[in-house]
């Protein structure tokens, strides 16, 4: 039999936080689910006030563990900031934990797009514009508007000799994103649609995040508010 195991993992832990082993072939997988905590670990999810969330709420993810680092080397004030009394550490992740004790991660906290009075988690909709055939590559950016803060920016990549259009991946999306539904009448739908003809890369392999973003604002003729 052929078996994946998922772990999560920070260096501030020592490497391997939660697993979820032993998933078979075709199993179904919910998105941002990393398992249960590994032995020795304790977890919570957190508010804006520091507050411990019950189960199902998303909130910030927190853990405590005995194999976790003290401080950061010759940086007090990040050390500060990093650590709730009882030494939980605050991983910058937005999660929830479920009924079943499993950690289900939704984002980053700094990643996340305030458009009028919904946060919106753009890893969710890179996850499911990544699907669309042609597309190689899916970042998500806000970018300033003054109606309603920020709005959401898809930048794209396609596959070499596919012909993907900024209108396709708009249509596409459309039928992804309903919101005929939603509380504000925007729901997770984005307004801006760019193509690329590749990202800027950090060392970690990873998309320039700030950098697709100002390129997007010049693209768009949007200025950085003060």
């Known amino acids: 039999s052929e078996f994946i195991w998922i772990g999560f993992g920070l260096t501030e832990n020592c490497g391997v936080t939660t697993l979820y082993p032993n998933i078979g072939k075709g199993e ?133 000799n596919c012909d993907v259009t900024e209108d396709d991946v708009k249509e596409f999306s459309a039928q992804k994103f309903d919101v005929t539904n939603s509380a504000d009448g925007y729901g997770v739908m984005p307004r801006y649609f760019l193509k690329f003809k590749n990202f800027p890369i950090l060392g970690s392999g990873k998309p320039e995040k700030k950098q697709i973003q100002l390129e997007a604002m010049c693209r768009l003729g949007i200025k950085e508010e003060k």
């Open 28 to 160: 179904k997988i919910v998105m941002g689910d990393v398992g249960q905590p590994s032995g020795g670990v304790e977890m919570k999810i957190i508010d804006d006030s520091g507050s411990t969330l019950p189960r199902d709420e998303p909130g910030e993810l927190c853990i405590r563990s005995r194999v976790a680092f003290q401080k950061y080397y010759k940086n007090p004030e990040a050390s500060r900031k990093a650590f709730l009394s009882g030494q939980w550490f605050r991983t910058g992740d937005i999660a929830v934990i479920t009924k079943s004790n499993r950690i289900v991660i939704k984002g980053r906290i700094k990643n996340v797009i305030s458009r009028g009075s919904a946060k919106i988690f753009p890893e969710m909709i890179e996850k499911t514009l990544s699907e669309m055939n042609g597309i190689s590559h899916v970042v998500v950016v806000p970018v300033p508007d003054k109606r309603l803060y920020q709005e959401i920016v898809v930048c794209f990549v396609v596959k070499d």
